[in-house]
């Protein structure tokens, strides 16, 4: 939640998603391939092969990225829009892609530079490089209650300096991906972080806010559609009739009777 009149919360324009590793880890640099090829315009950045196999960040970076995040997204629960704090995107996506992507490779970087990436942080799009970039984001329009918003993993991004409405801005961060290995390891560790209540992987550890709260959201609270995202088992009542599925007939002539112990 961002209070009316802040400027602390104040994020550097960025890509999430980890930083070197993009050139570094050998599936994560495929997903680039046609931009390294000299063919930007054949790079597809929703092409998912090599994204869910790549290691987006190195082992125990806070705020790293371990989770394959096809979108990420927000939920709103307040109203927001241009000047009131809310989130700056550059929506072009390929083309900024390849300009960043490239951009070790210019004239003007020194040679074994990849200007932007620092050692476990998110890559960062900087006036002194990437000033093409960094001077064009464009506010969100006008966003109410309920309303959400989805960006790609790639699309540079920040939020506006200072919050000048006179509500608070909040919001459900929720980052979105496909069922594949390295997010049902995520979800291994997420769920042990669930039960606990304290801060899931990739968040700072130190914001173990709701270790301690009231009614937090347990696993009683998850309805069959969270335990399955959530990659939790779903409980199985057995029934006369789910147990004729089970059994993969639907000849109902074959009498079943349930009996209890
Ligand atoms: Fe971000």
């Not at 994560?28 to 597809?44: E, N, P, T």
């Not at 074994?112 to 960062?124: R, V």
């Not at 009614?215 to 990659?231: H, Q």
Request: aromatic residues 14%; hydrophobic residues 35%; glycine residues 8%.
């Amino acid at each position: 939640m961002r209070q009316p009149g802040d400027t602390l919360f104040n994020p550097s324009i960025h890509i999430d998603g980890g930083g070197i590793e993009r050139w570094k880890d050998p599936a994560y640099r495929q997903v680039y391939r046609h931009i390294f090829d000299g063919r930007w315009k054949d790079y597809d950045p929703f092409e998912a092969d090599y994204r869910a196999e790549a290691t987006m960040t190195e082992a125990g970076t806070t705020n790293g990225c371990s989770f394959f995040r096809a979108f990420q997204g927000w939920l709103s629960m307040s109203h927001s829009g241009p000047g009131k704090g809310t989130l700056r995107v550059l929506p072009l996506l390929k083309e900024a892609t390849a300009f960043w992507m490239l951009r070790p490779f210019a004239s003007d970087v020194p040679e074994g530079a990849f200007p932007g990436c620092y050692p476990s942080k998110t890559f960062h799009i900087t006036q002194r490089w990437h000033k093409l970039l960094a001077d064009h984001l464009v506010s969100l329009p006008e966003i109410g209650p309920g309303d959400t918003v989805w960006w790609h993993p790639d699309i540079v991004h920040t939020v506006e300096n200072h919050h000048g409405g006179d509500e608070p801005n909040a919001v459900f961060y929720t980052g979105f991906g496909p069922d594949c290995r390295i997010n049902r390891n995520y979800l291994r560790h997420m769920r042990h972080s669930f039960l606990l209540g304290t801060s899931p992987p990739d968040f700072p550890e130190k914001n173990n806010f709701e270790v301690d709260y009231k009614d937090r959201a347990a696993f009683d609270d998850l309805s069959d559609v969270g335990l399955k995202m959530a990659g939790f088992p779903l409980p199985t009542i057995l029934t006369p009739d789910s147990f004729q599925h089970h059994l993969g007939t639907s000849n109902k002539d074959h009498s079943f009777q349930c009996k209890w112990p």
